[in-house]
């Protein structure tokens, strides 16, 4: 066991006016298995890559380990997949390898294959083993469920249950869950760890956040009651004190020391109410400043004029020679949520592009709606560039309503400035997210939606879905999502 202590971290990216971290400081010890968790573009990847002494910062950051980062780049993915494991680890010990590998379920005829055949899940896997060959290394994963089905989300997360010594990147409940005992939080002004799993850590935020939403409100009352009441005392003060140099109804003089007595009273009783007022706007001023926004999002779904939108019976879909999928049979009716689920290459993607219009080899029967209108939220980003105002109009999207749902998703004001092409994967997922829920459509269908995007904005989403019960099809393989989204699970 040993300590890695950050001290004082300030960062800010060059040129950039936000700093990032602004004397941040905490302890992780080597030992704890940490779940990171924080909204998109918070800095996740940018502390991992200050870790790694990628850049320059103020501040301290001391530890007695190495740090490895997970994914390696391959940069031959053409080699044998054993020829890559000794680019990136030449020292490894085979039966090492071989026990790991076992534990993630990969085959030893993996080895000998090249890497860039293996499945995406398999490549995870091949990876993490040889990760964990690396002995005195504090180790930082970044985000390894992306293009995970559920089976293989269930393997990781378990092996990953076995080990300790690591910071894990991950936005899924469940793999987060079952396999850390400590969440480290990026929040809106600070960094905080807490001891337990990710649902320990909202249990423990949601309560927080309530405290303190009970008590600011408290104090807003108090504040505008001590305010009314410094009025009147400061006007009283005022008229009695005019009242000197007069005279009484009766006609008697006024006694001029009793009645300054008196106005110096109320003005000190004045003061020391504008002096509690004070102290309570200082003390709400420190509350709320780490409360998630979390607003709700809406959509507005076309009706369709008949109830049955698509149906599938008995579709199977070829590339070649090659059937990526058999025999498959449901319908989409009106209001309903269908999730696919399946293992990686089972087709789950093909049948989407079918349903969306792509011209696609089939056998079997596949009927949609005349007129139909979708919108569909692809897995792939990469082509996203440009500014949100050009990307709005090239799509036909009102700009007023597309910024609003970005800005309800934790986007700044400084974000809209910038090239879509510079934000972070979980911001340009929320761009696809954001048009689709612009677009005046029938039926939505959302293939791996959530890669990237945090939980926060997660469960924003579920809720959505949950409240205006738009009919949509969807691959996702979160199985907290699916299990409170899923009005149907189609199993290919």
């Known amino acids: 066991m040993s300590l890695i202590n950050v001290t004082n971290l300030t960062f800010a990216y060059e040129g950039s006016f936000d700093n990032i971290f602004e004397n941040v400081s905490f302890q992780i010890d080597t030992d704890w298995k940490l779940g990171f968790t924080g909204r998109n573009g918070r800095g996740k990847t940018t502390f991992l890559n200050l870790l790694l002494g990628k850049y320059e910062y103020s501040g301290t950051i001391s530890a007695h380990v190495q740090f490895e980062y997970f994914p390696f780049p391959v940069a031959n993915k053409e080699n044998n997949t054993l020829d890559v494991i000794s680019d990136i680890h030449p020292d490894y010990v085979h039966w090492e390898l071989m026990r790991e590998l076992s534990l993630l379920k990969v085959s030893e005829d993996a080895l000998y294959r090249p890497f860039d055949t293996l ?35 269930k393997l990781v997360s378990d092996y990953l249950k076995m080990k300790s010594g690591f910071i894990l990147v991950s936005h899924d409940r469940s793999f987060l869950d079952n396999c850390v005992d400590h969440i480290l939080s990026i929040n809106k002004t600070n960094i905080e760890i807490q001891r337990g799993n990710f649902s320990d850590w909202w249990e423990n935020k949601q309560r927080q956040d309530n405290l303190e939403l009970a008590e600011n409100d408290k104090l807003r009352k108090d504040i505008k009651r001590l305010s009314d009441a410094s009025k009147r005392t400061s006007n009283w003060s005022h008229e009695v004190e005019k009242t000197k140099n007069g005279t009484l109804n009766s006609g008697s003089k006024v006694d001029k020391g009793y009645v300054g007595h008196k106005a110096a009273k109320m003005m000190k009783r ?32 076309l009706a369709y004029h008949k109830n049955q939108l698509a149906e599938l019976d008995h579709v199977s879909i070829y590339y070649g020679e090659k059937k990526v999928c058999s025999d498959v049979s449901f319908s989409i009716q009106q209001g309903e949520r269908i999730a696919l689920s399946g293992k990686n ?108 995007i945090d939980v926060i904005s997660r469960m924003q989403i579920e809720e959505l879905l949950l409240e205006h019960a738009p009919t949509i099809v969807f691959v996702e ?16």
């Open 119 to 153: 499945s995406n899940g398999e490549q995870t896997k091949v990876l993490l083993a040889t990760l964990f060959l690396k002995e005195n290394s504090f180790l930082l994963i970044d985000e390894p469920t992306n293009h995970l089905d559920m089976h293989a989300r």
């Open 270 to 301: 004045s003061k020391s109410i504008e002096q509690r007022q004070h102290s309570a706007a200082e003390e709400k001023s420190k509350l709320l400043k780490n409360i998630e926004n979390q607003e709700s999002l809406k959509i507005s779904q």
């Open 345 to 452: 290459g089972s087709g789950k993607s093909s049948i989407i592009k079918l349903i969306c219009g792509e011209e696609l080899e089939y056998t079997g029967t596949f009927r949609k709606g005349s007129q139909l209108k979708i919108s569909y939220v692809s897995q792939d980003t990469s082509h996203l560039k440009g500014n949100l105002t050009d990307f709005a109009r090239a799509n036909g999207i009102d700009e007023s309503l597309f910024k609003a749902i970005l800005r309800k998703l934790d986007f700044s004001r400084v974000q809209f400035e910038k090239d879509i092409s510079a934000y972070s994967g979980g911001q340009k997922k929320k761009v696809l997210i954001a048009k689709s829920l612009c677009e005046k459509v029938h039926l939505h269908i959302w293939d791996e939606p959530l890669n990237f």
């Open 477 to 492: 393989h979160d199985s907290e999502f699916c299990k409170n989204i899923a009005t149907k699970v189609i199993e290919l």
